[in-house]
Each structure stands twice: as structure tokens, then as C-alpha cells.
Antibody, heavy 115, light 107 residues
């Protein structure tokens, strides 16, 4: 069955870089778009960006300058990297499958940005 | 960006009742709207897409309606497992945007 699971650091210091891995099973990354969505106390659910089945990416301009999404299809993993973290980036980060709407989500990983 | 407004933050109802949750877009989004359910400790679940198409596995007591700017998620004859948070999302244009959510609570 389809499964998605995010893993990440939990706590990140301001100005540092956040790295989260989404490990998937039950489908191929070369057949589906993979999305990143976050939920913060200040802004609620925010779409961050996606990586297409072909490997190209598109980002929300809100994050464009500091966000990078990549993947390793051999390991069934999608990666999110975001630099210059601020306290407002504290929240839950989700990976999800789908082109426009998202039919499977991971359970999310809580990230706290604090010194 | 398209702003999605869910006017009710909370809605209290009892099992067996029917409820409607509204979602309003700041511009016309045709029917490019999805509804999700979130329950504590569980992953988000896609309920409806294209405004009214039930995702596979969504019970038939759920229905979606609307087009343009105004959308409604209706749940007929509430079951205990239906209590949770509901979000709408537009995918008419990027950035995709979500409503703030409506919490359906047990009365």
C-alpha cells in the first residue's frame, strides 16, 4: 500500500538549514508528482513546492529563494532543504503525492526553529 | 494569490445530524477545489476533488458542491469517525492555497 513518511531534525537553530526526507513506498516517484506542504501557527497550511515525475521542480515564490526539492528514485526518497530558517518557520512539514490535489500524505514532521 | 476562506472555525454537531462546511475563494476557481479531513495522529485524507468528485474510499454520506467562488462540503448523517478538521484547497492556480480549516466537534 501507499505510504509516505517524513523524517527530520526536530529542532533547528535560526539561520541554519532544514533538511527533511520523505521516504515513500507502494508507488514509483517517476510516476507521480511529490509535494511539500507545511502547517505553521502563523499561516496555517502552505503549499511549498513540488518535484515532477520527470524530476523538474517548481516552488512557491514565498520560499523560492531558500527552498530546494530533490529526490533519489533509487531510494524512493524526496528531499526538502530550506535555508535561512526563522522562528516563523516552526511548524509541521508534510510530503504528499499528487499533481494538483494530494491523495496521500505523510503524517508530518514537527520542526521547531529556536536557539 | 487566491485566498480561501472557511467562515466557520468550529462547528458542533451530534451523530446522525447533517452538516455543511463552507469555503469561499477570493476569485473564481471554476471547480478546482479539494476537501481534506484531518484527525489527530492521522495523515490528511483527501475526500473530494474537482469540487464534487468523491475520492475512492470516501463514504457516500460526503458530498461536495459549488463552482466559481462558493463551495460546500456536506456530511449527511454524521458518524462518530467524521469528527475532526476539514480543509479546502484550490488548485486553479499556483500557489495552491488552503482554507484555515473548520473543526467539526461533537456536541
Amino acid at each position: 500500500q501507499v505510504q509516505l513518511k517524513e523524517t527530520g531534525p526536530g529542532l533547528v537553530q535560526p539561520t541554519q538549514t532544514l533538511s527533511i526526507t520523505c521516504t515513500v513506498s507502494g508507488f514509483s516517484l517517476t510516476s507521480y508528482y511529490m509535494q511539500w506542504v507545511r502547517q505553521t501557527p502563523g499561516k496555517g497550511l502552505e503549499w511549498m513546492g513540488f518535484i515532477r515525475s520527470g524530476g523538474s521542480t517548481e516552488y512557491n515564490s514565498e520560499f523560492k529563494s531558500r527552498l530546494s526539492i530533490s529526490r533519489d528514485t533509487s531510494k524512493n526518497q524526496v528531499f526538502l532543504k530550506m535555508n535561512s530558517l526563522k522562528t516563523e518557520d516552526t511548524g509541521v512539514y508534510y510530503c504528499a503525492r499528487g499533481l494538483h490535489y494530494f491523495d496521500y500524505w505523510g503524517q508530518g514532521v514537527m520542526v521547531t526553529v529556536s536557539s | 494569490d487566491v485566498q480561501m476562506t472557511q467562515s466557520l472555525s468550529y462547528l458542533a454537531a451530534s451523530p446522525g445530524e447533517s452538516v455543511s462546511i463552507s469555503c469561499k475563494a477570493s476569485k473564481s476557481i471554476s471547480n478546482y477545489l479539494a476537501w481534506y479531513q484531518q484527525k489527530p495522529g492521522e495523515a490528511y485524507k483527501l475526500l473530494i476533488y474537482s469540487g464534487s468528485t468523491l475520492q475512492s474510499g470516501t463514504p457516500s454520506r460526503f458530498s461536495g458542491s459549488g463552482s466559481g467562488t462558493d463551495f460546500t462540503l456536506t456530511i449527511r448523517s454524521l458518524e462518530p469517525e467524521d469528527f475532526g478538521l476539514y480543509y479546502c484547497q484550490q488548485y486553479y492556480e499556483k500557489p495552491y492555497t488552503f482554507g484555515a480549516g473548520t473543526k467539526l466537534e461533537l456536541k
